[in-house]
């Protein structure tokens, strides 16, 4: 039971190490097109919308509540707010408000109450839309997603010297333990008392 219970545990952290790994390549992706290019994104779910940009090195998180279902895709659409809502802490800035559209002139809208010609309206003449505005820094998700891996790595490169000097120290025939000479010896090491045979599954054959 403990072996199985030792070897599920080894490979949970495998596939958790497998996924920072490759969600920290898709992070910092991310980073990467925020600084070069200005790709957006946005889709309705259940009469919510929302949208994503990358922008100047930012995340900009937007979600307007009691969407109207239809396409607005391709318009310029500013957010009112009042300035004393904005809130800021650690980076991450917090926008509440209200989107604003600017009116244009489309007969595939005719039938949507969209008013045509100049000046903006707000939600198409019907109560102004709640919607909130959240912005961050693109490599706030490279930094989160790669703290399982650089865990790892931690641990790994403080292990790595006492690796090294056991590794020695097997090929010597000495304990791993304390480096006594071990190699007339059976049962333990004469000078710390660790058991040889647990040692010997350690050892590499001398060449």
């Given at each position: 039971?403990?072996?199985?219970?030792?070897?599920i545990?080894?490979?949970?952290?495998r596939?958790?190490?497998?996924?920072?790994?490759?969600?920290?390549?898709?992070?910092?992706?991310l980073w990467y097109a925020?600084?070069?290019s200005?790709?957006?994104?946005?889709?309705?779910?259940?009469?919510?919308?929302?949208?994503?940009?990358?922008?100047?090195?930012?995340?900009?998180?937007?979600?307007?509540?009691?969407?109207?279902?239809?396409?607005?895709?391709?318009?310029?659409k500013?957010?009112?707010?009042d300035?004393?809502?904005?809130?800021r802490?650690?980076?991450?800035t917090?926008?509440?408000?209200?989107?604003?559209?600017?009116?244009i002139?489309s007969?595939t809208?005719?039938?949507?109450g969209?008013?045509?010609g100049?000046?903006?309206?707000?939600?198409?003449?019907?109560?102004a839309?709640r919607?909130?505005?959240?912005?961050?820094p693109?490599w706030?998700?490279?930094?989160?997603?790669?703290?399982?891996?650089?865990?790892?790595?931690?641990?790994?490169?403080?292990?790595?010297?006492?690796?090294?000097?056991?590794s020695?120290?097997?090929?010597?025939?000495?304990?791993?333990?304390?480096?006594?000479?071990?190699?007339?010896?059976?049962?333990?090491?004469p000078?710390?008392g660790?058991?040889?045979?647990?040692q010997?599954?350690?050892?590499?054959?001398a060449?």
């Amino acid at each position: 039971m403990r072996k199985m219970l030792a070897l599920i545990f080894r490979w949970s952290i495998r596939l958790l190490l497998s996924l920072s790994f490759v969600l920290s390549i898709a992070a910092g992706a991310l980073w990467y097109a925020s600084h070069h290019s200005h790709p957006n994104c946005s889709f309705e779910l259940e009469k919510t919308l929302i949208e994503v940009q990358l922008r100047e090195g930012h995340i900009i998180y937007e979600r307007t509540l009691d969407w109207p279902g239809y396409s607005m895709l391709g318009m310029d659409k500013p957010m009112e707010f009042d300035p004393a809502d904005v809130k800021r802490s650690f980076g991450v800035t917090y926008i509440p408000g209200h989107p604003v559209f600017y009116q244009i002139y489309s007969p595939t809208l005719e039938g949507l109450g969209v008013v045509h010609g100049g000046g903006r309206i707000i939600s198409d003449g019907r109560s102004a839309l709640r919607a909130y505005k959240i912005i961050f820094p693109a490599w706030y998700p490279l930094a989160l997603l790669s703290i399982p891996l650089m865990v790892y790595l931690l641990i790994q490169g403080i292990k790595m010297p006492r690796r090294i000097v056991q590794s020695r120290r097997s090929k010597k025939g000495l304990c791993l333990n304390c480096g006594y000479d071990i190699r007339e010896s059976k049962d333990r090491c004469p000078e710390c008392g660790v058991p040889v045979p647990a040692q010997i599954n350690f050892r590499t054959p001398a060449r």
